[in-house]
């Protein structure tokens, strides 16, 4: 039976990752009975560590990995990677804008000589100007970087763990999720996509949407493009 890891970074998602994780035990339940949840939080500071030692009382699967300070988004996506001790690991994003109820259909994608299972958000639930931001920012990134999926951006991923024997992740910032896609790629590996379903955040704020932190990952990304491009 194919085993499971399922982590979610966490910053400051106290009012949704308690139900992240009781539906991603649910889900994994379904699927095998050999899994994990892991719960990457990176310094919050609105209760959610708090939270989740308690929760880590009621739900045994769950391993609560706690970052001292903030590490941020990349740096809790290469602990969350490092902690997962199963076959087969997937990981979304601890603020509820994906189900993880719909791991299933990647599941489903996983197939002999398949690495990795991509989702690709079938409408994105955002404000329009994220919208816009984000769809140009996926189009620039798919041709900057000649990625071999549709939706790069998507954090809704299934990946082999054996993956991460190969590659070695760097990035602490939200450019993760490009140098994991393109390392991925380099490597020889082969990829699947899946539609998945994207809502509207119903707790926190978005850590990305400022001039400063956008024009920070835009040199980061310059960066990168010269380590996986040449």
């Known amino acids: 039976m194919t085993s499971l890891s399922i982590f979610f970074p966490c910053y400051n998602d106290k009012g949704t990752i308690a139900s992240l994780v009781w539906e991603a035990k649910t889900t994994a339940k379904i699927l095998t009975d050999d899994f994990e949840i892991i719960v990457i939080d990176d310094g919050s500071t609105d209760g959610s560590r708090e939270l989740l030692s308690e929760l880590a ?8 990995v ?12 290469r602990s969350g990677f490092k902690a997962a001790t199963k076959e087969l690991v997937f990981y ?3 603020d509820a ?32 100007h994220r919208i816009i931001v984000g769809w140009i920012y996926q189009q620039v990134m798919r041709i900057v970087f000649l990625l071999p999926i549709r939706d790069p951006d998507c954090d809704f991923r299934l990946i082999r763990r054996t993956v991460f ?20 790629q380099n490597a020889g ?42």
């Open 57 to 64: 009382k009621q739900v045994p699967e769950l391993k609560p």
């Open 66 to 77: 706690f970052h001292e300070k903030n590490r941020g988004y990349g740096g809790a996506l």
């Open 92 to 94: 979304t994003d601890g």
């Open 97 to 128: 804008q994906y189900d993880p109820r719909e791991l299933p259909i990647l599941w489903k994608k996983m197939l002999p000589g398949i690495d990795i299972v991509n989702g690709y958000k079938v409408k994105r639930a955002d404000p329009v």
């Open 165 to 184: 024997d190969t590659i070695e992740l760097t990035s602490n910032t939200g450019t993760i999720t490009i140098e994991l896609v393109k390392k991925i």
């Open 189 to 230: 590996f082969h990829f699947a996509e899946a539609p998945v379903s994207h809502y509207f955040r119903i707790y926190g704020t978005s850590q990305f949407f400022n001039f400063k932190r956008v024009i920070a990952t835009l040199w980061r990304l310059i960066g990168l493009w010269f380590e996986v491009m040449l």
